[in-house]
């Protein structure tokens, strides 16, 4: 999940950094407006009065470039902190998947060092209560 996060926060970093590009280049918008008009409510017949309006605006950074500079800066800065927090949870992701492959060898250590003490008692076991196996006692009463 951290290491998703991050990604996340990377992505949106570079977002935002692209759209700080962009406050360099000019703007157009467009927009249109169709429609009939009537002073009568009810009265929308092909008579009524048609009118149409269309509008292009073009938006231009002429003296705004120290604020955009500003902007540019400012995401960069937070692009760059998003690559070192993601490089950070790859490298503790890293760390985990690390320790948690050296638990699973220590664990199969123990296990293996288990099984052959297991082994070796059941072997003394069968050695001790074989028919004619000395019990390592004296009968000397």
Do not use: C
Not at 91 to 99: F, I, P, T, W
Not at 123 to 128: E, M, S, T, Y
């Amino acid at each position: 999940p951290d290491l998703l996060a991050a990604k996340a926060q990377l992505d949106a970093a570079n977002a935002r950094r692209q759209q700080a590009y962009a406050e360099w280049f000019p703007r157009l918008f467009v927009g249109a407006l169709f429609g009939r008009g009537s002073a009568d409510v009810n009265d929308f017949s092909l008579g009524a009065a048609r009118y149409t309006n269309a509008a292009a605006l073009l938006a231009m950074p002429i003296f705004n470039a120290g604020r955009t500079q500003a902007i540019n800066e400012i995401a960069e800065a937070g692009q760059s902190e998003a690559v070192l927090r993601y490089e950070d949870a790859i490298v503790r992701a890293l760390e985990d998947v690390e320790n948690a492959l050296a638990a699973v060898r220590n664990q199969r250590q123990r296990a293996d060092t288990l099984a052959a003490a297991a082994a070796s008692a059941e072997a003394a076991f069968g050695r001790a209560h074989r028919p004619g196996a000395s019990t390592g006692r004296s009968r000397s009463s």
